[in-house]
């Protein structure tokens, strides 16, 4: 490969890539106004952000509350509240939140049987000889 | 779209706290009168099918026997007669809780205020009867 000085690459290229004719102005600008026209252009978009982010913002939020609404509705015990007799806790059981009695008995039990939902109370001697408070 | 959901929202919120402060006053209530036995039944228990489970896990009664069923409308005043002179009367109610009075012979036994879901019943045991007999009252909504 032959070396050739920065005067020799000069002149070669200059006489192989000889400068194109110039185009007249009228009809450059009507090439380029056809183009412009024809292909698509990819201007940047505005996002109206002020708008869109708040509408967001409470479609998400109704959502939520009609979602928390369906739920709240369809939750254990429907109107009924399911406390248990040890209190707070839901549960789908039917309680017992207070009982007096009037008589002598001897002892109180409550069972709450979870598996069934049922509750028993059971009074020992109702009625009997013994002594009890309510 | 946004207020489309935000009124459902607002409906069904408000559909919901109405069915949650709805009470039980006027729903319909059920009370059954057993006898605890400790000979063998054959009498048909496909009634207390419910209560059975509990009262053979926790007492010590070889069989039940259903002696009555009765109707009984959840509303202050509304009494069923159980036979055996056993009684069970509403004598409040609460907003969810309904406070019932057990009497015999025309005395009170006791007092009680329940929390009923409807199909799981309230026993109450220990109750006497004639001939030194054990009554059970179980108390269910419907």
């Known amino acids: ?134 | 779209m946004r207020m489309v959901l935000a009124i459902a929202a607002f409906v069904v919120l408000v559909a919901g706290v109405s069915v949650r402060a709805g009470n039980v006053e006027g729903k319909s209530a059920k009370v059954r009168l057993l006898v605890a036995e400790n000979g063998d039944s054959a009498a048909d228990q496909s009634a207390i099918q419910d209560i059975l489970p509990q009262l053979q896990a926790t007492l010590k009664f070889k069989s039940y026997r259903l002696l009555a069923t009765k109707p009984l409308t959840l509303q202050v005043g509304a009494k069923a007669d159980l036979g055996s002179k056993l009684n069970l009367s509403v004598t409040g109610i609460e907003g969810e809780s309904v406070t019932v009075e057990v009497s015999q012979n025309n005395q009170r036994l006791l007092q009680t205020k329940l929390q009923l879901v409807p199909g799981k019943p309230v026993i109450l045991g220990g109750i006497p009867g004639e001939n030194s007999a054990t009554l059970i009252l179980a108390v269910s909504l419907e």
């Open chain 1, 1 to 134: 490969m032959a070396k050739l000085t920065w005067n020799q690459v000069r002149d070669e290229l200059s006489r192989r890539s000889a400068s194109p004719t110039p185009v007249p102005a009228d009809q450059f600008w009507a090439k380029f106004r056809s183009q412009a026209a024809r292909e698509p252009r990819t201007e940047a978009v505005v996002v109206p952000w002020l708008w869109f982010a708040p509408s967001q913002a409470w479609a998400a939020a109704a959502a939520v509350a009609v979602l928390a609404g369906l739920l709240w509705i369809a939750g254990p015990g429907g109107g009924a509240s399911t406390r248990g007799a040890g209190g707070g806790q839901r549960l789908l059981v039917s309680a017992v939140e207070e009982i007096h009695v009037f008589v002598t008995y001897s002892s109180v039990l409550i069972l709450q049987d979870e598996k069934n939902g049922s509750t028993l109370v059971w009074l020992g001697n109702l009625g009997k000889k013994d002594k009890g408070d309510s």
